[in-house]
């Protein structure tokens, strides 16, 4: 049953430390993306990427986030120094996009729920 | 501004209802998601179309690409079903673009 999964599930940290955030994309997928859900803002993406090079991470603060993918099998989600304002469900999700279609089934992993205290 | 409307918000249903949640857009697109995410927090790709119909059981999941718009349909609702719906969106790319969600709950 092939699936999204994220470590660590839950995190509680304190302002200023370092977190860092894992996924593992579905075996033969070359697209994943890295989003973030809050009350009060919803899911908005924060980066993504193709065959492990970054495409887009227009939606994530440069100044403490860094987001890459060492290989085909792990994605990581940094933040260098946390705060308050960072608590919120991280999702990774993955997809299989073809030549020439500008889209994807996403498959979403279980969530990484951060509380920055 | 929020460019993927959802309506309604919020929808209380009894169980064996036929319910219906809609998402509306403001330009073209390539395709639309409708997602599940339950109680929990885990988020599960429901339906992605870019024209027609789809059904899958209970779920029936509409586009009508000249208005820009999609419903999601769910026939004999039950309490199971209650979860907060997502429509999102592809506009030409592979990002996509959330709406707010419908909370909805469907009582025994």
């Known amino acids: 049953d092939a699936r999204v999964t994220q470590t660590p599930r839950h995190k509680v940290t304190e302002m200023g430390q370092e977190v860092t955030m894992r996924c593992q994309p579905i075996l033969g997928h070359n697209t994943v993306f890295w989003y973030r859900q809050t009350m009060m803002q919803g899911l908005e993406l924060l980066a993504y990427?193709?065959?492990?090079?970054?495409?887009?991470d227009s939606g994530m603060p440069k100044d403490r986030f860094s987001a890459e993918m060492p290989d085909a099998t792990l994605a990581t989600l940094k933040i260098q120094p946390s705060e308050p304002r960072d608590s919120a469900v991280y999702f990774c999700?993955?997809?299989?996009?073809?030549?020439?279609?500008?889209?994807?089934?996403?498959?979403f992993g279980p969530g990484t729920r951060l509380t920055v205290l | 501004k929020n460019e993927v409307e959802q309506s309604p918000q919020n929808l209380t249903a009894q169980e064996g209802e036929f319910i219906t949640i809609n998402c509306s857009y403001s330009v073209g697109i390539s395709a639309l998601h409708w997602l599940q995410q339950h109680p929990g927090g885990g988020i599960v790709s429901l339906f992605m179309?870019?024209?027609g119909k789809k059904k899958h059981g209970r779920l029936i999941a509409t586009i009508n690409i000249q208005e820009k718009h999609s419903s999601l349909h769910i026939t004999a609702s039950h309490p199971r079903d209650s979860a907060v719906y997502i429509c999102?969106?592809?506009?030409?790319?592979?990002?996509?673009?959330f709406g707010t969600g419908t909370r909805l709950q469907v009582f025994p």
């Open positions: 179309l870019s024209s």
């Open positions: 990427f193709r065959n492990r090079a970054p495409l887009d």
């Open positions: 999700a993955s997809g299989l996009v073809l030549a020439g279609i500008s889209y994807n089934e996403q498959f």
């Open positions: 999102a969106v592809n506009y030409n790319t592979d990002k996509l673009i």
